[in-house]
């Protein structure tokens, strides 16, 4: 079985304050782990994947096997990272058929 | 492109009622899924489908179903509304060839049973 947990539901920071939103995951495969967006009132939006290694918006994630991790952080928020954020989990050898675990989702406020 | 299409944005249903959720996508995409996004639970997926004439079960089915007459569509049906099935019900798609798993979301439909 797959699991991702996501242990904080709400995080508050203020404007230029580092965040980082912490998402553990338990899976016996080859994980591949995402980062999804969702702003107020609108569709998830893919933010970051693992494989890609790549900085979006400020944001980086890095997955580390031997914590099984993959926690999003940036060095200063701002205001509009205000929204929630949902960690996911799939299977790098394609037998998930595209179908992803989520965890619980963390909403975070910026605060001016 | 169009992406990922959802009708209707919102809906209101009583008890008992019946009704489908539409889900259309324009990215000649393999695999579609549905989710149900619930405060606290994260997404939870209710069914999925590889192809055209392929689905099956995900997590929490039970009061759904599905079917995947065509590429494009990917509709769902419930079949006898409860309460419990107010949520936000998100379609979701994937080509399935680069091996990413990589989901495309719609913007969603808000039901609310009473």
């Known amino acids: 079985a797959q699991r991702v947990t996501q242990p904080e539901k709400l995080l508050s920071v203020f404007k230029g304050a580092p965040v980082e939103l912490k998402c553990n995951y338990s899976y016996s495969g080859s994980p591949e782990l995402f980062w999804y967006v969702q702003y107020s009132r609108q569709r998830l939006q893919l933010l970051l994947r693992h494989i890609s290694r790549e900085s979006i918006k400020g944001f980086t994630a890095d997955l580390n096997k031997g914590e099984t991790s993959f926690h999003l952080k940036k060095p200063f928020a701002q205001e509009e990272d205000s929204a929630m954020y949902y960690c996911a989990l799939g299977d790098a050898g394609g037998t998930s058929y595209g179908k992803l675990t989520f965890g619980q989702g963390t909403i975070l406020t910026v605060h001016p | 492109n169009a992406g990922v299409t959802q009708t209707p944005k919102f809906q209101v249903l009583k008890t008992g009622q019946s009704m489908t959720l539409q889900c259309a996508q324009d990215?000649?995409?393999?695999?579609m899924s549905w989710y149900r996004q619930d405060p606290g639970m994260g997404l939870r997926l209710i069914h999925y489908?590889?192809?055209?004439?392929?689905?099956d079960q995900g997590e929490v089915p039970n009061g759904y179903n599905v079917s995947r007459s065509t590429t494009e569509d990917f509709p769902l049906r419930l079949l006898s509304a409860a309460p419990s099935q107010t949520s936000v019900y998100f379609c979701a798609s994937n080509h399935g060839r680069s091996g990413s798993n990589e989901q495309f979301f719609g913007p969603g439909t808000r039901l609310t049973v009473l």
């Open positions: 489908s590889v192809g055209a004439g392929i689905t």
């Open positions: 990215m000649n995409h393999e695999y």
